[in-house]
């Protein structure tokens, strides 16, 4: 048994089909169908039910490959120990971050990152929380960005601040003269929303009251596919939204939109960091940290 078996067998349970994991791992698709029905023959069982349209994990195969995963962090873990006088913040990190922090965030901390370390590349990936989660545990992110709640075995969060939700609306809304608004009244208007899968959605729904009831057609409208295009159909006057504070606070004062905050109790989110327990190097934590948290300070000056 080998590594580069143990990663065949990985990557095949991922992509489920031969060629495609074949092309992951840079070999001939018999080349990769060789080595797995080798392991197969050495462990004595077999890890993939095949057939002409799909490639399925046999039960005992979910634990093999869950165990082999596993093993091929700690080999990672290994290599980068072996090499300890490397430093730390030479070697690529890769960030992802959910939909709506990605476009807000990143343009702002590549540079302050750069500023820490220099010769460390960066990867970034904007995706939804539960894509970014199994990117994690698979160790193809090495930390993400993600809202409070978040749990995960064998992976540590920290709190990063706390951003507070604001009212997006047409120039010419019924509200638009209003110091602010409370957020029980947020059901009593047409309110644009993300689709389905993002956690901003779900924040909305619990941090304004009544506005999980309010029937899809009347008040409710999930059309946007993305913050800006929620930005846009507000400004063509189609509805209001409720939007994270950092999706709006570079907006002309003057634009086609107006931003109202909520009274008290403010809804907002916890934005937090996560990544593996097993991550070996700690120091690129601690710049991505400081380099964040120093983004959100200069955020809170300019305002």
Known sequence: MTLTELRYIVTL??????????????????????????LEGELGVALFERSKSAVQLTPVGERVVAQAQK??????????????????????????????????????????????????????????TEVLRGKLRRGELDAI????????????TRALFDEPFMLLLPRDHPWADLPQVAPAEVKET?????????????????SCPGLGTAREGNHLVTEGSSLETIRLMVASGLGASVVPLSAVEHMPADGPVQVKPFSAPQPMRTLAIAWRASFPRPKAIDVLIDSIRLCQVRAEGAA
């Open 190 to 206: 047409r309110l644009l929303m993300l689709g389905e899968g993002h956690c901003f959605r779900d924040q909305v729904l619990e």
């Open 145 to 156: 960005v993600i809202a409070l709640p978040f749990s995960e075995p064998d992976v540590l």
């Open 71 to 128: 093993v091929l962090e700690e080999a990672r873990a290994v290599e980068e120990l072996a090499h300890e006088g490397r430093d730390q913040l030479k070697s690529p990190l890769r960030l992802g971050a959910i939909y709506t922090v990605g476009p807000y965030l990143f343009p702002h901390l590549v540079p302050r990152i750069r500023d820490f370390a220099p010769d460390m590349p960066l990867y970034l990936e904007e995706n939804f």
């Open 13 to 38: 349970a991922q992509e489920r089909h031969f060629g495609r994991a074949a092309e992951r791992c840079f070999v001939s698709q018999p080349t990769l169908s060789i080595a797995v029905k080798k």
